[in-house]
């Protein structure tokens, strides 16, 4: 059985930090590419960033670029996400999501397996 725990949310200031983690089981993680999605209140899930465990390429969604850092340990089967200099409209529930596709744009439908969300709330 496949499972993604995300977890690592919480409250924090604008201009705070906070990293995410992704833990994946059940599946060859070398060969899957693993990216963070975002869903705020009465919006569309959203890409975030992308982490290809193969190439170890990654892709960020150009609202984030230069504040976060998606990385991969694959001793521990774990993904991060280093958010730096967050907003108030960074504000949403954070999601990870693996996929088996050679992707080139963070899009929901191309991924396969999805953990449970993590709150992040950023203050004014």
């Known amino acids: 059985e496949v499972q993604l725990q995300a977890s690592g949310g919480g409250l924090v200031q604008a201009g705070g930090s906070l990293r995410l983690s992704c833990a994946a089981s059940?599946?060859?993680?070398?060969?899957?590419?693993i990216g963070w999605f975002r869903q705020a209140p009465g919006k569309e899930r959203e890409g975030v960033a992308y982490?290809?465990?193969?190439?170890?390429?990654?892709l960020y969604t150009d609202s984030v670029k230069g504040r976060f850092t998606i990385s991969s340990d694959s001793a521990t089967n774990t993904v991060y996400l280093q958010m730096n200099s967050l907003k108030p409209e960074d504000t949403a529930v954070y999601f990870c999501?693996?996929?088996?596709?050679?992707?080139?744009?963070?899009?929901?439908?191309?991924?396969?397996?999805w953990g449970q969300g993590t709150l992040v709330t950023v203050s004014s």
């Open positions: 059940g599946l060859d993680f070398g060969n899957y590419g």
């Open positions: 999501g693996a996929s088996a596709f050679q992707i080139s744009s963070i899009t929901a439908d191309l991924f396969r397996f």
């Open positions: 982490i290809n465990n193969i190439s170890e390429s990654t």
